[in-house]
Each structure stands twice: as C-alpha cells, then as structure tokens.
C-alpha cells in the first residue's frame, strides 16, 4: 500500500527558525517534539511490555513517520527536517575504517564487507523505487574524511610537496564543483510540450483534410489517424501530463520525465539527462584522476622503495604503525571506489561513442532489438548512431541544441 502524502500549503504568516508545519498541515515548535505522539505513548506503555504484546505494523510505520517528521534543525524560514539517510555513513564509515587499521585480517574482511553491504542496500532501495541520501552523503563524506586523513597522516610526514597538495586540493574543489552542477535541473520536461502537441495535432489536421479532399481516400486518412493517435499514447505520460519527446523518459524516483534520460544516479541522488550529464561525466573523470594522483602519493610515502602497484599488494611493515595502517586501509578503500567509479566511466564513454543511454540500453535488451557490442558492455540500438565523431558533437553539444519533435511524427 502506497503513502499518500497531502501536499500543505504555505501559511500565510511567517514562522520562526524554530517553527514549522507538520505533515498534518498543523504549525508546530521544536520544543514540544515529544509531545502528543499517541503512537509512541502506546509503543512505551508498561503493561503491553510486561504482557509481552507486540506492535502493529502500522503502528510502527506510523511512529517512524512522526519522528522523521519531527527531527529538525532551526533555520531562517522554519526548521527544516533531517533525512535519517545522511547519518549511517558519518558514524559508520570513520569506525569501519578505524577497525580494518587494527590488523590485516580485519582490513580484508571490513573492505569485502563495505562493498557487498551497500550494494545490498542499492538492492532494496532499487527494489523500492524509493529516494535516499545515503549514498549522496556516503560519496561527499568519502571524499572529506579520505582527504582530511591525507593531511593529517600523509602530508604531516613531509613528504608531499606543496605542488603536489595544492593539485590534489584543486581536484577535490572541482570535483565538488562538477557534482554541484551535476545535481542541477537534468532536463525536465515542461507544460510547453502540450502545447507543442496540440499545434502539431491543428498542423497535421489541417493536412490530413487536403490530402483527403484531393485524392478521396478517407479510409486511409483514418487508419493513419489512428496510428497516429496510439504514438501519441505511447509518448504521452500520464503522471506528469506531458509529451515526451523522442530519448526523453520518466523517473520513478524522481517522478519527472526527462529529456534524452540516461538514468538515476543513487549517488548525486538526481537523474543524468540532457543538461547534466557532460558535468557528470567530467566529475567522474576528475575524481578518478584525483584518486590516482591522490594513491600515488599516499603509496609513495608509507611504501618507500615500491611502485605504486607493487605497494598495493606489498607494502611490508605497514601495519607496525597504527597512522600508517590507516592510510594504507584508506588508500585500499580509495582504490576499491575508484575501480567501481571507473567501471561507470568506462560505460558512460563507450555509450557516448555509439550514441546511447542506459536507458535505451535497457529497453533495447527487454525488446531484443539492440545487438551488444564490446563484449557486452554497450548495446547499440543503431537507432541514433552516427559514428564516433558525430556522436560526439551531438554530446558535447546538448545543452545547446535540444532535439525537436517534427510534426509529421504523430499525426492525430
């Protein structure tokens, strides 16, 4: 059964930093966040302990719902709510990585552990349709706690040059800065589609009446008619009242059409479509060469005398010092995270170079009307490739040339 949440709308008065309206629609204080919970005080009553009585389901949604209603901070306009998804990887992360510097054996087990564990946890979420901040708030913290232990553990050592800090510095800020514009507006789609949709259907009208007149085939004028109007049906979304142009689709997460949508990324929490991917693809980019840069270093300086690979697998006596173990614990925990990222890349570019996006990837393979290519690694649907070169333009031109929709497409 589906939540159904009441849109509230603002108030006329304004509130206090302290202030804000509940999701029953009623003003609320900060302070009075214990009162009145009806559930709660039935969930802590004696008596359905000691009789050993368990809760309803709904009972126990129902109270979820009002504590994550009510954990706010102050802010200038009311108090805003706190997602509860931001908070596992800001205690869990530093502990986790903490504990696997403690001995080798425990470094193996927590590094195949993180993964395996926030891949299940994609799993359910996937599964759900559902949005999180948990991988948003994973990626940023990543970033922040990772550099904040190659200052105090790596760069205290003397060994990192001033050059060589200020490049791995201006990596992070970029990539930050590439991941803010990444969130940006991906391309939804607006109301101004309708109303291209109802000019194309008077233009295509109007000509299906002179073709009609002129040659005196009716017949055929309403069989086109009414091919024309099951296109229409099949582009027309009925959850955002709008006509999806050609390579645009719907988010279930994000509940918006997109335009030429490539897919929902759980870790900028936002979908890649027209007028952010090129942003995407380069904060992919500059943090794997930030990563790398940023591993070399740290290898360069626990692991004197190795290569940077051969310090990966062999790095003898790293665990004889508690910061050393750390930053080699960091840097396996870098390296995991870069190689994951780096598989993304690989596909982003691979389906830039035929013209293609995950989503049309995916549909392509449901159908069986795409044919897969470099040993399955991208699906050319043939539908908008143009070679690698013209494919290319098209990308890195997007922002500027949005494609059109000719009228002759659907006729209605």
Known sequence: MQKQYLKVSEPEESLCCCEYVNHNGEKSHLVACCCDCQDLDEACDRDRWLKCESLEPETLERISDVISDRLRIPWVSGARKIDLTILPPLILLPVFLHVAALHFLLGVVILIAL???????????????????????????????????????????????????TIVSLGLVFTLVLLALAKRDPGYLRDETNKFSSDCRKENASKKKKLGALNGIHNVMN???????????????????????PRAGHCRICMACVRRMDHHC???????????????????????????????????????????????????????????????TCVWYCAIVAAGMGHLFLIQVINVSYNVTEREARIALRERVGRKRLWGLVVDTGSYNHGLFANWKEFLTLASSRPSRPCDEHLV
């Open 223 to 245: 069989s086109s008619s009414t091919s024309g109007s099951a296109d229409i049906r099949k582009d027309w979304c009925a959850l955002c009242k709008v006509l999806r142009l």
């Open 266 to 328: 759980v870790w900028i929490n936002n979908c890649v479509g027209e007028q952010n991917h090129r942003a995407f693809l380069l904060a992919l980019l500059l943090f794997l060469l930030t990563s790398v840069y940023g591993i070399s270093l740290t290898l360069g300086t626990i692991c004197k005398g190795f290569s940077v690979v051969t310090a990966l697998f062999y790095c003898p006596g790293v665990y004889a010092q508690y910061s050393s173990a750390l930053s080699f």
């Open 115 to 165: 993964p395996v564990a926030v891949m299940w946890y994609y799993y359910v979420i996937h599964r759900k349709k559902g949005q999180t901040l948990f991988f948003l708030s994973l990626a940023l913290f990543s970033l922040a706690y990772m550099y904040y232990v190659f200052l105090k553990e790596v760069v205290a050592r003397g060994d990192v040059g001033p050059t060589q800090l």
